[in-house]
């Protein structure tokens, strides 16, 4: 498909399309003229490398990397690869059965992700779906309206090592969390009790990296946690991880429930927000509260990079870690003067040479498995909001890092207007980014236009040819 010119693209992009300095930058590599958008420093800075041409295996179709990935060739029978699969960690067993939707809902909530992702080796007893379901309701208000209480429930599920089935204690075992639950065996399996509590292993042994997973049917809850007091402890809280807000709690109207709804939804896609709220009418809330939290709800995505959101007997709360101070700024601003508000909100931490890569291999590994696609200049996905939602969240993590958006075309139609539709591919996803909380000075972008097509097989995929990828790395 022939792209436009550079006189046929929309005004308010023409601007993207200036040349690096007065004149052109000639990329050796691929012998053509680079463009920058203006978000760009200016001459000296350093541009990533154009990647050559990106070859794919027609099983997995991936383009979220600028650099290119080749795959040894066999020399007959003497250079045979034996490469073994990687195994799951813990979170990938929970996050990637639906089984354990509830349970992957809770870890992030309670923000153990990266314990079961990077920690252990743990033995964790998975309560299905269906034990959260039978949990009572007053217990479930009251574990989501506190991420401490949560975690503790959660670490209750957990003992130090991994140990299989066939292998699990008898009588008082030490939890995660300090706490004792006894192990029983029978006809029926090993049973868990704790305190009032109790759950049964319906399904042992799934291995991961880290540890390996049980399933239970029921729920652990710890000495002394109760629900009879949850009346007077339950609030509403919108907690955000991820680029995902969860709002949990009581409620006094369905009124209210929507309006907390909706704030979220100023800042983020609806995909990206997990309603957990209960409406009930014996919960008494102020409308000003319930406004200032919404207020605040509506900054926590673009100001925060994580953080809580609270509404319970003590009044107003926010918890978290802010983007810089122009962001803090802008979030206490939301705060108003009507109704207090405790803040304990820290700054971001700055990037060394390891958090920037792993933020860097957080990208890849979101942009494979979502990639950024266009049609024309305009953003193609249908999930493309919830993506740079996600994109957003992840490159805001630290400070003293350098976003670079990075436009490019398949090769049909003519080269310079092609590269002159790359450059406003990247600009569209860096001014998305910005919108999104980045500080403008953290990103720039630049256009590639159709040097580094999409191949399977040999043969180009027009259709992921047609992409914009992101770059990270420390300044």
């Not at 992702?117 to 479930?140: I, K, Q, R, W």
Request: cysteine-free.
């Amino acid at each position: 498909m022939s792209g436009p010119t550079g006189e046929q693209l929309p005004r308010r992009y023409r601007h993207r399309a200036l040349a690096w300095g007065a004149v052109g930058v000639i990329v050796a590599a691929v012998g053509v003229v680079l463009f920058l958008s203006t978000r760009s420093s200016g001459p000296d800075d350093a541009v990533p490398t154009p990647p050559p041409t990106v070859a794919t295996d027609p099983a997995a179709v991936t383009t979220a990397t600028t650099t290119a990935t080749s795959t040894p060739t066999s020399m007959g029978d003497s250079t045979t690869s034996t490469t073994e699969p990687r195994l799951p960690s813990l979170f990938d067993l929970i996050a990637d059965d639906p089984q354990f939707s509830s349970l992957e809902t809770a870890v992030n909530a309670a923000g153990l992700f990266d314990e079961l992702e990077n920690g252990g080796p743990y033995t964790v007893f998975a309560p299905s779906n269906e034990a959260f379901e039978e949990l009572d309701p007053a217990m479930a208000g009251l574990l989501n309206a506190d991420a401490e209480l949560l975690a503790s429930v959660l670490l209750h599920h957990g003992i130090d090592g991994a140990v299989d089935s066939d292998d699990l204690p008898a009588g008082d075992v030490e939890m995660l969390d300090g706490t004792a639950v006894v192990f029983t065996s029978s006809s029926d399996g090993v049973r868990l009790t704790s305190a009032e509590s109790s759950a049964l292993v319906t399904d042992p042994d799934l291995t991961a990296a880290n540890g390996v997973l049980h399933v239970i049917d029921g729920i652990l809850l710890p000495p002394d946690t109760a629900p009879t007091d949850a009346g007077t402890a339950v609030g509403v809280a919108a907690d955000l991880v991820d680029g995902t807000i969860t709002l949990a709690g009581s409620i006094d109207t369905e009124e209210h429930r929507l309006r907390l709804l909706d704030a979220a939804a100023v800042g983020l896609d609806g995909e990206n927000i997990v309603d957990l709220l209960t409406v009930d009418p014996a919960v008494i809330l102020d409308p000003d509260e319930v406004a200032t939290l919404a207020a605040l709800v509506e900054r926590q995505p673009i100001d925060l990079v994580e953080g809580q959101a609270r509404l319970d007997a003590l009044g107003l709360s926010v918890t978290g870690v802010y983007v810089d101070d122009e962001a803090l700024a802008r979030f206490e601003s939301a705060v108003g003067v009507v109704q207090p508000v405790q803040l304990e909100l820290r700054e971001r931490p700055v990037a060394d040479a390891a958090s920037a890569a792993a933020i860097a291999e957080q990208v890849d590994g979101l942009l494979a498995a979502e990639p950024l696609l266009f049609s024309g200049i305009e953003l193609s996905a249908a999930d493309a909001a919830a993506t740079l939602d996600r994109l957003a969240a992840v490159v805001k993590q630290a400070a003293g890092v350098e976003v670079w958006v990075i436009g490019f075309t398949d090769t049909s139609g003519d080269a310079d207007s092609n590269l002159a539709i790359s450059v406003v591919r990247a600009g569209v996803v860096a001014d998305e980014l910005v919108g999104r909380g980045v500080p403008p000075t953290d990103v720039s972008s630049a256009g590639f236009g159709e040097t580094a097509p999409v191949l399977v097989d040999g043969i180009e995929d027009r259709e992921a040819s047609r992409r914009v990828d992101v770059a990270v790395r420390p300044r």
